[in-house]
């Protein structure tokens, strides 16, 4: 009954868009080596030794490694950014999950949610969490936070709401 009441509760909108963030599909694979970034600029890699990085080029490099799995090599990258951003946090808590860590990723998704409580992406990789342990109705709840906080329609809702409903969580 509860499996039938979260999957209706997942697909009780329309998955149409995966839109209105930049999250919205698969980042592309990461160009450079450990310890280099893709320097838009430049055009190459460069090492991420004695260079500083604005936010949203090593956010970005944050997610393409992410994505390819390399939750190390992120974390390094993470570790250069404001350790006190919502952003950070949550990418903190994403790698740490996807390396098995999950109490420290529900305690870093956790802060990221104390420092922004509207961070719908927070919300729908620590729901994702829930899913992986098979805690649906926490899931759920966080599905009801991200539509609270005005993530209705966006990649967020969607990945969580489709996690629920298969059991499959998202790489990115």
Request: proline share 3%; net charge negative.
């Amino acid at each position: 009954m509860r499996i039938l009441l979260a999957t209706a509760l997942a697909i009780a909108l329309p998955v149409t868009a995966f839109a209105a963030m930049d999250e919205t599909a698969p980042p592309k694979k990461p160009k450079c080596e450990s310890g280099f970034v893709y320097d838009k600029n430049s055009k190459k890699c460069v090492s991420t030794n004695g260079n500083t990085f604005d936010f949203e080029t090593l956010y970005q490099e944050v997610r393409a490694l992410s994505y390819d799995g390399r939750y190390t090599d992120a974390q390094e990258l993470l570790a250069m950014m404001p350790a006190d951003d919502d952003r950070v946090l949550t990418y903190m808590g994403f790698t740490n999950r996807k390396m098995g860590n999950a109490d420290a990723a529900m305690e870093y998704y956790s802060r990221a949610l104390d420092r922004n409580p509207s961070n719908v992406m927070a919300r729908s990789y620590m729901g994702q969490g829930f899913v992986d342990d098979g805690n649906v109705t926490a899931a759920i709840e966080q599905l009801r936070e991200i539509r609270a906080h005005g993530g209705t329609g966006t990649w967020a809702e969607a990945s969580l709401r489709t996690a629920i409903a298969t059991g499959e969580t998202f790489s990115w």
